[in-house]
């Protein structure tokens, strides 16, 4: 069965930049949205953004001028860097996949993002000077 | 101050019916599926209704979804100890471009 195993550095100082990645077993790597979601202590989840096996990206528009999401298709995984890190990156980082539908809208058939079906098992990042 | 609005909380005996509300707006559940995550305490999230009211394989049938213009529900019948965690709805926004989530509701087991 398709695995995510994501593995990282768990404490970052102030400043710095949060680097993770995220492998892909057991499955396909292409028609899937590769996505990091991240949830601070006691919160809720927190898309962060997806990338898909061609490298094109989405990201969360409060985290965009921070955030870069890479693709290695050769090794089936994906990466996630954050920049100038605060105490308020302070989160369990999850990757996860993305799954995508075709349906009909108006006259043409579309992709629409699905499900989040599959996730990894989490990294807490801990912020802190 | 999240997207999608969930009741911080919600409680059941065992064989209650318990039912959790979430709306949005319809840029995201108005045009779009919603979708529900199930977050057992330590673990990461699982999902536990797509498309508004699919159950994956092995989610019991005890859980079942529904959504209604930019309002949805995901109702938890014969409630179980086993059902105590955090409950997270989703869906895309086209204006923003991107997934957006409830702040999650905490259902406590009586």
């Known amino acids: 069965q398709v695995q995510l195993q994501q593995w990282g550095a768990g404490l970052l100082k102030p400043s710095e930049t949060l680097s993770l990645s995220c492998a892909v077993s057991g499955g396909p790597f292409s028609g899937y949205y590769w996505t990091w979601i991240r949830q601070s202590p006691g919160k809720g989840l927190e898309w962060i953004g997806e990338?898909?096996?061609?490298?094109?990206?989405n990201y969360s528009p409060s985290l965009k001028s921070r955030v870069t999401i890479s693709v290695d298709t050769s090794n089936n995984h994906f990466s996630l860097k954050l920049t100038s890190v605060t105490a308020a990156d302070t989160a369990v980082y999850y990757c996860a996949r993305g799954d995508r539908i075709n349906v009909v809208r108006g006259v043409q058939y579309v992709y629409i993002h699905d499900a989040f079906d599959i996730w990894g098992q989490g990294t807490m990042v801990t912020v802190s000077s | 101050q999240s997207v999608l609005t969930q009741p911080p909380s919600a409680s059941g005996t065992p064989g209650q019916r318990v039912t959790i509300s979430c709306s949005g707006s319809n840029s995201n559940m108005g045009n779009n599926y919603i979708y529900w995550y199930q977050q057992l305490p330590g673990t990461a999230p699982k999902l536990l209704m797509y498309?508004?009211?699919q159950r994956p394989s092995g989610v019991p049938a005890r859980f079942s979804g529904s959504k209604s213009g930019t309002s949805a529900s995901l109702a938890i019948s014969g409630l179980r100890s086993e059902d105590e965690a955090d409950y997270y709805c989703a869906a895309w926004d086209d204006n923003l471009s991107a997934w957006v989530f409830g702040g999650g509701t905490k259902v406590t087991v009586l």
């Open positions: 990338i898909d096996h061609t490298g094109s990206t």
């Open positions: 498309r508004n009211n």
